[in-house]
């Protein structure tokens, strides 16, 4: 990162890692707990989705799989606050397991084929939660949160997810701009011409395939224990797998910061409509929402205002 | 095993994969011949059933008139959307996420319009029929049932003739094979993917009545019905016609059977574990993309 935006960067991440000791209303945190939380969604699918443009539309199975192992492990062994929020790392790893078994078979198919493996991977594995008796079945699992003041609790988890969003971009921002990352784009530019090249190319694809899967998976485990009450309908459905999708390409997919951009304008305008406007009012605005900004800048913001900055300099 | 119930059930999958197939073949062809992906395909189909049910419960008209009249309705305003939403795309680098990304937010807006106009409570398209059967023997055939399977043999038989017979039919088959040939050779492709988006959105409109007199329906079920298309259109391969009916057949049968014979929750489990394995092996669906 060349020196002012990383100034800029670091500035950002501290005014958010102080906003606590305002003492904001806890409303405030928890809208900024799942605005990270949609951060590290949306970045880490655009390692596979972005970088690699293999789109996963099943990318809230990972989410869902991090919740329930975080869930289980906590009720099953009663672990303390503490332990419960580093439960979410083994469940990352779960989650990044189960991607590199998916993966294997499923990177082999291209383009829309792909997506709809993936949204079928996204249904098997939440019916399959729904008939699990020992993972709550249809009724879901409760856990026990932090025996402390609302306040200060939601303050510790609005931390949490600050450090595992600055990790998650670090993280992507590193590889984007590694050997790795680079091999990513050549298969996404052209899979075929990347293999002659010499690139391997399935390898790359299940590792980006494993790193896009981990990161939401420990999200899934600190949003389980946020709301301590988890249920398969809440974190498989369909609807968050295409939001992630949403924000990335809204934002710009495979670059760094698209995702980043179009997590906040989404979150941020989602939460607006919903306060301000009548339910089915605010949907459709949203949805208009997705129309103008496809028509107009079709390529996602990023690569848009990219195109209006050098225009202006070329003027 | 009941033999009984086993030809019933088969029955009633045949009829459900017909409809499904008529509901999925205009979804097929925008995706092979625009490489377009037409998330909101499913919400038009549910437009064509409140089209219906209104005018059953206002004037008693039958769903079968009101699908006649729906299709050319459908085709002038499925005109417009592409000329003003799905045309522009055509600038995009990649056209079949900007298309995923628009119709998907056409589908929130024209949800939220039908919740607003119907209610989100489920309704039921009841003509003076809906509850006579014809017996045969020990098996039964409802009436509705009958006539959404006739409606949508009917109509992915007229779009098969019309691609197959007509100028522009063959021209749109031509796209579909190859675009740039088909350009070569003195296509407007604008005009062709004026008319298999329209074409592909009336016949939604058809299938979706016939898909209401089966089942009972809302403004979120399209979502549901969405991933039966993207099933029925990956298993009969994009863009192929006949493809698309068959493999409706296929999948009505397989959930047909699986629901007479397995518990409810597990229907779904099977089903997309099936497809999921089938995508993996056959990824061009069963009958290839040519046919």
Known sequence: MKKVPLIMAVLTVAVLALFPLLRPEVYYLSFLFTLFMYVVLSSSWNVIGGYAGYLSFGHAAFFGIGAFATA?????????????????????????????????????????????????FAFVVDLAVKNIEELGGAEGLWMTFMDLPEETSRAIMYEVMLLLMVVTLATVYLLGRSRFGRGLTAVRTDEEVAETMAIPTAKLKIQAFV????????????????????????????????????????????????????????????????????????????????????????????????????????? | ???????????????????????????????????????????????????????????????????????????????????????????????????????????????????????????LLTPSYASESWII?????????????????????????????????????????????????????????????????????????????LYSFEPHSHNLWLIYLFLVVIVGGVGNVIGTALAGLIIGVITGLSMAFLPYQWVNLITFGLLMVFLIFRPHGLFGEVG
């Open chain 1, 72 to 120: 289980k492990m906590a009720t099953a062994f009663s672990l303390s606050p503490l332990l419960t929020i580093l439960s979410s790392i083994p469940a990352g790893l779960l989650a990044a397991l189960v991607a590199l078994i998916v993966g294997y078979p499923c990177l082999r198919i291209r383009g829309p084929y792909f997506s709809v493996v993936t949204i079928c």
């Open chain 2, 1 to 123: 095993m009941d033999p009984v119930l086993v030809i019933q059930s088969l029955i009633s999958g045949v009829m459900m994969g017909m409809v499904y197939a008529l509901l999925g073949v205009g979804f097929s062809l925008t995706w092979g011949v625009m490489h377009v992906i037409h998330i909101s395909h499913a919400v038009f189909g549910l437009l064509g059933a409140y089209f219906a049910y209104t005018l059953l419960t206002l004037y008693g008209v039958d769903p079968v008139v009101s699908a006649m009249v729906s299709t050319p309705l459908l085709f002038i305003v499925a005109c417009a959307v592409y000329q003003v939403l799905i045309r522009p795309l055509t600038k995009a680098r990649e056209m079949v996420v900007a298309s995923m990304i628009l119709t998907f937010g056409l589908a929130i807006i024209l949800e939220n319009l039908l919740v607003l106009v119907w209610k989100a409570d489920p309704r």
């Open chain 2, 137 to 213: 023997g020990p098996f039964y055939l409802q009436y509705p049932h009958l006539i959404g399977f006739a409606l949508s043999l009917v109509g992915i038989s007229s779009l098969y003739v019309f691609l197959k017979k007509t100028t522009t039919g063959m021209a749109v088959r031509a796209a579909w094979q190859n675009q740039e040939a088909a350009r070569l050779y003195g296509v407007n492709l604008f005009r062709i993917s004026m008319i298999t988006f329209a074409l592909a959105v009336s016949t939604a409109g058809a299938g979706g009545i016939s898909l209401a007199l």
């Open chain 1, 211 to 315: 790193v896009s899967a981990f990161f939401p998976g420990v999200a899934g485990g600190l949003f389980a224990y946020y709301l301590s009450y988890i249920h398969p309908d809440a974190v498989f459905s369909i609807n968050i797998s295409i939001l992630i999708v949403l924000m990335a390409m809204f934002g710009g997919g495979g670059t760094w910061l698209g995702p980043i951009v179009g997590a906040v304008i989404l979150t941020v305008v989602n939460e607006g409509l919903s306060t301000f406007a009548q339910a089915e009012i605010a949907r459709i605005i949203y949805g208009a929402l997705f129309i103008i900004v496809t028509i107009f800048m079709p390529d996602g913001i990023i690569a848009y205002f990219r195109r209006w900055a050098t225009a202006q300099r070329k003027a």
